[in-house]
């Protein structure tokens, strides 16, 4: 089984601070996601990553930047948190297809 | 806009009932997948289902192309099976696209 672990789990910000959310896999994936889940929406692509040195833009990147250090590690940055992004969100490792996605167990996120 | 609608939005059964989700999307994929969510959990990969039938215990998919749509049947559920049951399409490489889900609740 694919190991995704996120820090923090919980997270209260305030509005114009900066927030840095972490993913870490131990599997190896060339490809992770940052998602947000927010009631009637969903789960929404924000950035991926398809290794080392790779950020790409998901659907709704705006407000946010991604950091692709190692294979193993790819973070969230809210530069100046606002409190629409207040949300819970979820990093993955893996792929499409038949190489299906590892979910982290998510962070929630509360922005003031 | 690449959308994944699914239905009912939430399902109450009583225990040993099967549960019938369905999902539909806007454009024509054979890249589909069924997530399970516990609540406040991670996601969960349940079956992967590019065309025809799928079983894999207790739950079966049939994915139909070119009617664009997918279902997940589960038989005689259970209490743990309670969750959100999510489904999601692949529209291009490296790219997934997730409906808002189906909330179930299996009542004792």
């Known amino acids: 089984e694919a190991a995704v672990t996120q820090s923090p789990r919980n997270k209260v910000a305030v509005t114009g601070g900066k927030v840095t959310l972490s993913c870490n896999q131990t599997?190896?994936?060339?490809?992770m996601y940052w998602y947000r889940q927010d009631t009637g929406h969903g789960l929404r692509l924000i950035h991926y990553?398809?290794?080392?040195?790779?950020?790409e833009k998901g659907d709704i990147p705006d407000g946010y930047k991604a950091s692709r250090p190692s294979q193993e590690n790819f973070s969230l940055i809210l530069e100046l948190a606002t409190p629409s992004q207040t949300s819970v969100y979820f990093c993955?490792?893996?792929?499409?297809?038949?190489?299906?996605?590892?979910f982290g167990p998510g962070t929630r996120l509360l922005v003031l | 806009e690449q959308q994944v609608q699914q239905s009912p939005a939430s399902l109450v059964l009583q225990e040993a009932e099967n549960a019938e989700l369905q999902c539909s999307f806007s454009?024509?994929?054979?890249?589909v997948q069924w997530f399970y969510q516990r609540p406040g959990g991670r996601l969960v990969s349940l079956l992967y289902?590019?065309?025809g039938t799928k079983q894999s215990g207790r739950l079966t998919s049939t994915t139909v192309i070119k009617e664009r749509r997918s279902s997940l049947h589960i038989s005689s559920s259970q209490i743990t099976d309670s969750g959100t049951y999510l489904c999601?399409?692949?529209?291009?490489?490296?790219?997934?696209?997730f409906g808002t889900g189906t909330r179930l609740q299996v009542l004792p």
């Open positions: 993955a490792s893996g792929g499409t297809g038949q190489d299906t996605q590892y």
């Open positions: 599997n190896n994936h060339n490809n």
């Open positions: 990553s398809y290794g080392a040195g790779s950020t």
């Open positions: 454009i024509f994929t054979n890249q």
């Open positions: 289902n590019p065309s």
């Open positions: 999601a399409m692949e529209p291009h490489t490296n790219k997934v696209v």
